[in-house]
T-cell receptor, first 113, second 109 residues
Framework: SAVISQKPSRDICQRGTSLTIQCQVDSQVTMMFWYRQQPGQSLTLIATANQGSEATYESGFVIDKFPISRPNLTFSTLTVSNMSPEDSSIYLC??????????FGSGTRLTVV | RKEVEQDPGPFNVPEGATVAFNCTYSNSASQSFFWYRQDCRKEPKLLMSVYSSGNEDGRFTAQLNRASQYISLLIRDSKLSDSATYLCVAGDSGYALNFGKGTSLLVTP
């Protein structure tokens, strides 16, 4: 299955600022996904990043708040914009893997103060 | 109503015990099913896919009941290293995955 390098692994940010999270995959993949896991909660899909087209956002998530780039088939970024403490969460990228399972990046643990 | 529901636990079991986790999913159109394992402060990792015919991988057995929209995971001969959170997952035709909140397992000596 694919190997994903996700950066940064953690960050503490001031409210009102923005953070860009990067995911690099060691193979070409058509679809990449961005999830959020809030403390004590399940993973929630933010958006699907498709190369060559705009990302598809799930209900409750908007492009202005979570802009996504997908410049090629191995790389994607998610930006958390104008952060507030409610954005404190773990953010994970994911790609389809073998046996229809999905592989996740190691996650970015974000704390907004 | 949450799409995938599972008992959060925690399940505290002694080493060597057999433990079963259950979950239900609400979307009858779900087409793929998985159990993931998530260790503290780590990303989820695929434990096994779940098929209608049931599947077994060593000490782990997964079952799917489409009629009841019910998924189970059985762990036999529990090891200390099995302590983790187990996430039940149902996927739809559009590749999106719906995760349960997870069931915590603690295996004690």
């Amino acid at each position: 299955s694919a190997v994903i390098s996700q950066k940064p692994s953690r960050d503490i940010c001031q409210r009102g600022t923005s953070l860009t999270i990067q995911c690099q995959v060691d193979s070409q993949v058509t679809m990449m996904f961005w999830y959020r896991q809030q403390p004590g909660q399940s993973l929630t899909l933010i958006a699907t990043a498709n190369q060559g087209s705009e990302a598809t956002y799930e209900s409750g998530f908007v492009i202005d708040k979570f802009p996504i780039s997908r410049p090629n088939l191995t790389f994607s970024t998610l930006t958390v914009s104008n952060m507030s403490p409610e954005d404190s969460s773990i953010y994970l990228c994911s790609v389809p893997g073998a046996n229809y399972g999905y592989t996740f990046g190691s996650g970015t643990r974000l704390t907004v103060v | 109503r949450k799409e995938v529901e599972q008992d959060p636990g925690p399940f505290n079991v002694p080493e060597g015990a057999t433990v079963a986790f259950n979950c239900t999913y609400s979307n009858s159109a779900s087409q793929s099913f998985f159990w993931y394992r998530q260790d503290c402060r780590k990303e989820p990792k695929l434990l096994m896919s779940v098929y209608s015919s049931g599947n077994e991988d060593g000490r782990f057995t997964a079952q799917l009941n489409r009629a009841s929209q019910y998924i189970s995971l059985l762990i036999r001969d529990s090891k200390l290293s099995d302590s983790a959170t187990y996430l039940c997952v149902a996927g739809d035709s559009g590749y999106a995955l719906n995760f349960g909140k997870g069931t915590s397992l603690l295996v004690t000596p």
